[in-house]
């Protein structure tokens, strides 16, 4: 079970990356539609599982390995927005959200 410190570190990254995914990597990551789903924290808030969800993109897992590649410049810029509000800005680790993918796959085997 996560504490209310955990959750609300979570839900402060996740808006401020869904931010900077938004406005300041356009250049990064061209007109790929990145967002951000679910952030995790450990609990002593040193390390951020971030999901992503990946549209607007040929193949997922190249530009999952691009962010993965970026990551010390997007925690920069997390660290920007969020250093007055944390004491230790956490290491951030990307994984792949496919929930989405996997739902509407349920949902076309359901409708056969």
């Known amino acids: 079970m996560d504490s209310t410190r955990q959750l609300k570190v979570s839900r402060l990254i996740q808006k401020e990356l869904g931010d900077i ?3 300041e990597t356009k ?4 007109k790929a539609l990145i967002t951000v789903t ?3 924290v450990s609990p002593d808030l040193s390390v951020a599982k971030v999901y992503v969800s990946l549209f607007n993109v040929p193949d997922t897992k190249v530009l999952l390995k691009l962010i ?3 990551t010390k410049e997007i925690r920069m810029k997390l660290s920007d927005r969020i250093k007055k509000q944390v004491r230790i800005i956490p290491n951030l680790v990307f994984f792949l959200d496919d929930s989405l993918d ?3 796959r349920i949902d076309e085997l359901l409708k056969k």
Do not use: K, N
Request: glycine share 6%.
């Open 102 to 104: 996997y739902a509407m």
């Open 68 to 70: 993965q590649e970026h």
């Open 21 to 23: 995914f938004q406005r």
């Open 27 to 30: 250049i990064l990551f061209g």
């Open 38 to 40: 679910q952030v995790r």
